[in-house]
């Protein structure tokens, strides 16, 4: 009886429980699939796209007080200079820490023909510029010696800044990719403020940043990158009271002043940790080169400990590299201040953007060139020809290419085919960027207050997508929240590459006459069999073996079939130094082949 009373005073819930979770349930549905839905992007919906946040360094840096100056010197009175960049850099921290086999415990550039010598930057907050052709000029030697001009870098790197007062890698890679550079020293000497256009005396088609060092012993992916390419550029504070004279050592623990921009030429396993003025936990250090004179440190380089706190890990390290400009002719872009923010659509990690350009000339399209935020980057390009203004997947699909690239940076990817351009003719370069836990894969260059107020964009240039169907004008859409915004994106129209002569050899040859010994030069060389396009002449070049290089003068100008030349009357004394170029069918001439008596 108690058991029939307890089953019909429970009946009720027994019914009713039943539909309390079926409710529930699908009140929790109903929310989630709400919830979900707000980050989905129905199709033809063209959403605001969000902005990366910028690097918290760079933000500090603009907010500071009017009143508090930022350090622009050492103690000592060496000048410094890197002002932290705008990009934010921390979703690269996650990460494992490379691991590398075989590497040496010692290495060290100074003992190969792998280092120009050390500068001095002297009293301009210029160490940034410093530093970027100490990579650069170490990426280029041995196989050929250059001296590029900062004083040309700081002067017209574009952004806000004065020439001396600070830059940092990104402004570098701004200038460089847009090819205003680099120049030759002794074209625009440091420091002479020069009025006059100077030639370009390469392309930089590549930067590699890499990762910031996530701990102290994060070394290896720096130490394979100095082994392969040369110097690599890296940032650090420098606080006069972590250097260590007597042994050219820097140990900082926690002293967060003085940015500086340094070049890493090798390093040290076992550099004892004794010789710091505080010791580190460990021994090792990084050799590194500084630019202020080699009257400074061990020859102007010094040793920065492993366990340096700052040291390569509050901004990108990086490796310039370096190409013959006649790779590429002419090249289409809209972002000469480079890549200062990047866009993304919430929650997705992959977006497409894509710059409509209109042909200035018959030079066939070859190559796509842009930046790249992340560790892990797939892409895919398409060209299009013929299109319309505003769509950029109009007209016609002429080309397509996928890839992948490991680091961040900036990068030119060549066409598998050379697309023939007509004057006049729009077309329009359009990329997948998909970067795997980010998601701001879009690079832009945008209007920073003090710091990039000179970008501008105009309607009908850049656009960007979620879906690679619904476009915007970056410009001109949501009521101009991205006006003067331009998608870094550059296209690259040229032939292939043209080269000098190869084996280009001297001999010395002495005509023994009736009153006198007449000296004479002779110079042979051999068609250079990776020259693609039809080489018409060779031009011969001469200067006294000191002088200058603006010197030299043109003392020949050689038909294709001819390969040797006898430079007469020469005094027994005489020292000279020789160019020899290619001149091509479209009138390109390559850089030269040197030799010297």
Request: glycine fraction near 6%; charged fraction near 20%.
């Amino acid at each position: 009886m108690k058991k029939k009373n307890l089953i019909k005073k429970f009946t009720p819930i027994f019914f009713i429980l039943p539909i309390f979770i079926l409710i529930f349930s699908s009140y929790i549905f109903l929310s989630l699939y709400s919830s979900e839905k707000k980050n989905l992007i129905s199709p033809g919906e063209n959403p605001k796209p969000q902005l990366a946040p910028l690097n918290k360094d760079f933000l500090r840096y603009q907010q500071r007080p009017a009143d508090e100056p930022f350090a622009r010197f050492s103690a000592e009175g060496y000048s410094l200079g890197l002002i932290p960049d705008p990009i934010d850099f921390s979703h690269l921290l996650d990460r494992p820490p490379l691991r590398i086999s075989g590497l040496p415990a010692s290495f060290d550039l100074r003992k190969q023909p792998k280092l120009t010598p050390v500068k001095n930057q002297g009293n301009c907050g210029s160490c940034w510029a410093f530093a970027t052709y100490a990579s650069l000029e170490s990426y280029l030697l041995p196989a050929e010696v250059w001296d590029f001009s900062e004083q040309h870098l700081i002067d017209n790197h574009g952004f806000d800044y004065g020439p001396c007062s600070g830059g940092n890698i990104s402004m570098s890679t701004a200038y460089l990719a847009r090819w205003s550079g680099p120049v030759k020293e002794e074209d625009n000497p440091y420091i002479y403020k020069a009025a006059a256009d100077f030639p370009v005396r390469k392309h930089v088609q590549e930067i590699i940043y890499l990762p910031p060092r996530l701990n102290s012993l994060d070394n290896d992916l720096i130490k394979q990158a100095v082994m392969t390419y040369g110097a690599v550029y890296t940032t650090m504070y420098f606080s006069s009271s972590c250097y260590h004279p007597g042994q050219w050592s820097y140990y900082n623990p926690d002293r967060e002043e003085g940015g500086h921009a340094v070049a890493i030429v090798g390093w040290d396993d076992n550099f004892d940790r004794s010789r710091f003025l505080q010791q580190p936990p460990d021994h090792g250090a990084f050799i590194v080169k500084n630019s202020w004179g080699n009257n400074w440190g061990d020859g102007g380089y010094f040793y920065v400990s492993y366990y340096d706190h700052f040291f390569g890990r509050r901004g990108f390290n990086a490796v310039i590299k370096a190409e013959t400009k006649t790779n590429y002719e002419i090249i289409y872009q809209y972002d000469p201040l480079g890549r200062t923010n990047s866009l993304g659509y919430l929650g997705r990690d992959y977006a497409w953007y894509a710059n409509i350009f209109t042909a200035i000339s018959s030079v066939p399209l070859t190559a796509v060139s842009f930046y790249t935020p992340s560790i892990n980057n797939y892409y895919e390009i398409r060209i299009y020809l013929n299109v319309n203004p505003n769509q950029p997947v109009s007209g016609s699909l002429i080309t397509s290419k996928t890839g992948q690239i490991n680091y961040p940076g900036y990068f030119t990817v060549p066409l598998d085919v050379a697309i023939p351009l007509i004057p006049g003719q729009r077309f329009s370069v359009v990329v997948k960027m998909t970067t795997p836990g980010y998601n701001y894969p879009i690079p832009i260059e945008r209007r920073i207050p003090g710091y990039s107020s000179q970008a501008k964009a105009e309607p009908g240039e850049g656009f960007i997508s979620p879906d690679g169907n619904s476009w915007s004008d970056l410009h001109t859409s949501w009521s101009g929240a991205y006006a003067n915004t331009s998608v870094c994106l550059k296209a690259l129209a040229g032939y292939p590459p043209l080269y000098p002569p190869a084996n280009f050899s001297l001999q010395r040859l002495e005509n023994n006459l009736i009153f006198f010994i007449e000296y004479v030069n002779k110079l042979t060389w051999q068609a250079n069999p990776d020259n693609k396009t039809r080489v018409l002449k060779y031009r011969l070049y001469r200067k006294t073996k000191n002088e200058p290089d603006k010197n030299f003068k043109l003392i020949a100008e050689l038909e294709n079939s001819v390969f040797s030349y006898f430079d007469r009357g020469l005094k027994r004394d005489d020292l000279y130094t020789y160019w020899l170029t290619s001149v091509d069918e479209y009138g390109r001439e390559s850089e030269p082949a040197i030799i010297s008596n």
